[in-house]
Nanobody, 129 residues
Framework: QLQIVESGGGLVQPGGSLRLSCAASGFTLEDYAIGWFRQAPGKKREGVSCISSSGGTTNYGDSVKGRFTISRDNAKGTVFLQMDSLKPEDTGVYYC??????????????????????WGQGTQVTVSS
């Protein structure tokens, strides 16, 4: 059974940092593009960042550009989202998703939900003083 697990969420003060991790069981993340999405209370889920299976392409939402960095360690089968200079508006549940059906070529990633077939349960990030 394919399973994705996020970790690293928590409570942090504005201006602080967190690093989220995404790992999988039942398959290996290194073969697929990975996306991070988030959902704030009362809002629709939105794309935060994505990375191609090759690691050569990354994309970021406008609200996180310059503050968040996505990376992957294929040897460990893990994808990371480094979040710096956090703001209260970054609060939400963060989801990791994998293009486990291979909809995207190795150099591609997009921050829309449709190509991502496998999703984690999410990890809560709260930015508050």
């Amino acid at each position: 059974q394919l399973q994705i697990v996020e970790s690293g969420g928590g409570l942090v003060q504005p201006g602080g940092s967190l690093r989220l991790s995404c790992a999988a069981s039942g398959f290996t993340l290194e073969d697929y593009a990975i996306g991070w999405f988030r959902q704030a209370p009362g809002k629709k889920r939105e794309g935060v960042s994505c990375i191609s299976s090759s690691g050569g392409t990354t994309n970021y939402g406008d609200s996180v550009k310059g503050r968040f960095t996505i990376s992957r360690d294929n040897a460990k089968g893990t994808v990371f989202l480094q979040m710096d200079s956090l703001k209260p508006e970054d609060t939400g549940v963060y989801y990791c998703a994998a293009d486990s059906l291979g909809a995207m070529v190795t150099s591609m990633c997009v921050m829309i939900e449709a190509p991502f077939a496998s999703w984690g349960q999410g990890t809560q990030v709260t930015v508050s003083s």
